[in-house]
């Protein structure tokens, strides 16, 4: 990547949410519990799941990829957003910044793949109770955990390497706390038409064609739950099912936010708060809703609570 006079890139410039000192300090100090309560929550789901062997089925399975995926997601951004907070430096490298792109795009894209076999595995679940163990067998539900993970990875190269191929404006500051392909696009001085249009077509690739079977799974979970006769059946299979409903709502919809439009136009401060809640505020309550909604959780947490008193 290149100036339009020849310099080479060697570092960008992070903007990050405010150029105020005393701001940053009081960021600093708001977004370090948050942090703190993403790799708890996360992980106590994960410990969880992995210590109670009545949890080790492919619902719990899956929650466990997703929670160790937030982690890993998170981690990816938040951890450099804070030092830059605190230390007031916020230059970071070219190949720092390309690699922050590829990994936080490549768990986003992880993310939306794995929402969908969850979706898959509800509908398994409910519309085809005696058939269950059989169809989502444990090396199905490795197989489609490995191959989530491989797409995710392999769908992220094509965006990365379009975008650092964009020429600069005489520009490397980036109106973000991190690296993100709208950030990096909008600094281009050519025209970028093209590179907006077949990252749009991938937005669709991995955004709306896995919302499409994410809608039609739902709408036939709906339709096996309205033939249940039991009121008690009803709401049990409701209950399973809304927690995954509401991660999907906020992660989608504010990817959908920031990748779904014309990156050379986006409003920065916009953009900003857009990312806050997929990488930052999404992680941290995914645990929240997936415990307080799911009695089999709260069970676990329990006998675990208990099994460590006895020691």
């Known amino acids: 990547m290149s100036w339009e006079n020849n310099t080479v890139v060697l570092e960008f410039i992070l903007l990050g949410l405010s150029s105020e000192p005393m701001t940053q ?29 009545c ?11 997703l929670s160790f995926l937030d982690l890993c997601y998170s981690s990816s951004t938040v951890p450099r957003m804070l030092k ?15 690699t922050q792109m590829y990994l936080s795009l490549s768990l986003g894209a ?11 595995d509800r509908y398994v679940a409910i519309c085809y109770p005696l058939h269950y163990t059989t169809i989502m067998s444990k090396m199905v539900c490795v197989r489609l955990a490995i191959g989530t ?24 500051e980036i ?28 937005g669709v690739i991995v955004l709306m064609i896995p919302l499409t079977f994410i809608v039609i799974s739902y709408s036939q979970i709906i339709l096996c739950i309205i033939k249940i006769k039991s009121s008690a059946g009803q709401r049990k299979a409701f209950s399973t099912c809304g927690s995954h409903i509401l ?3 906020m992660f989608y919809g504010s990817a959908m936010a920031a990748y779904m439009k014309p990156y050379s136009r986006s409003a920065a401060e916009t953009d900003k708060f857009i990312a806050i809640f997929y990488i930052i505020i999404t992680p941290m309550l995914n645990p929240l809703i997936y415990s307080l909604r799911n009695n089999d959780v709260k069970s676990a947490f329990l006998k675990l609570k208990i099994k460590n008193k006895t020691k």
């Not at 993970?149 to 404006?169: A, E, M, Q």
């Open 110 to 120: 992880t993310e939306c793949i794995l929402l969908v076999i969850m979706a898959y």
């Open 84 to 98: 830059d907070l605190i230390s007031g430096k916020k230059t970071i490298s070219y190949a720092e910044c390309a």
């Open 175 to 202: 109106n973000n706390f991190f690296c993100e392909v709208p950030e990096i696009l909008s600094l281009g001085c050519e025209n970028i038409l093209f590179v907006e249009f077949f990252i749009f077509i991938a």
């Open 55 to 65: 949890l080790h089925t492919p619902m719990y399975f899956f929650l466990c990829n």
């Open 247 to 249: 991660v999907v709502t």
């Open 25 to 53: 300090v009081i960021l600093f100090y708001v977004f370090l519990p948050v942090y703190m309560v993403i790799l708890f929550g996360n992980i106590s789901i994960i410990t969880l799941i992995l210590s109670d062997v």
């Open 149 to 172: 993970w491989l797409c995710g990875f392999l769908l992220s190269i094509s965006h990365v390497t379009l975008t650092l191929n964009v020429n600069l404006c005489n520009n490397n």
